[in-house]
């Protein structure tokens, strides 16, 4: 049988089981700060000396936690290391690190919780939370429908992707004659 990991902080399964609209994010192992251990030293008041406290901090609790920091996480991507060459550049490009970070987890969970397909049905922009603009493109990704939904502004979001074309806006209502 295999060991269970619990967070501490809110008592749920450090592997993830949730369901969402874009699959289900489960796993069978932990997710976190797993078994993460903290000794405190002989100079320590606030934890004892040659105490080790153990704890599991489960992805959820580590979102919020880092929205709750006052100096926020530093993030770096395996992918792309970020190079600078001057401390104040590199502590303005760490805010902003976690401001896009944050903004892409606040965009995931609210297409999750499926406002990104009632902006499409409201022929609203989707390409950023809250749109407030009209669309007047969709998007197509090899060829193939979707319900992105660009307005002017935001029609070049996915420039990124070689696989997205935008056309003019297929609204729900004209979907099954495509
Ligand atoms: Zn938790
Ligand atoms: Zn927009």
Not at 93 to 104: F, K, L, N, P
Request: net charge negative.
């Amino acid at each position: 049988m295999t060991k269970e990991y619990l967070c501490n902080l809110c008592g749920e399964s450090m592997c993830p089981n949730e369901k969402k609209l874009s699959g289900t994010w489960s796993s069978d192992s932990p997710h976190g700060l797993v078994e993460a251990k903290v000794v405190g030293g002989y100079e320590s008041y606030h934890l004892f000396d040659m105490s080790q406290y153990c704890f599991n901090l489960c992805e959820p609790c580590l979102r919020k936690l880092f929205v709750q920091c006052k100096i926020k996480p530093r993030i770096n991507h395996m992918n792309f290391p970020m190079i600078l060459d001057d401390n104040a550049k590199f502590e303005e490009a760490e805010e902003i690190a976690w401001q896009t970070d944050q903004s892409h987890y606040e965009y995931r969970v609210w297409k999750d919780d499926g406002k990104y397909h009632q902006a499409y049905v409201n022929k609203k922009c989707n390409m950023v939370k809250d749109c407030p603009n009209r669309a007047k493109y969709t998007e197509l990704v090899s060829d193939e429908f979707t319900e992105g939904a660009a307005c002017e502004e935001h029609k070049d979001n996915n420039s990124g992707c070689i696989n997205c074309k935008m056309v003019p806006f297929i609204p729900n209502v004209l979907k099954p004659f495509l």
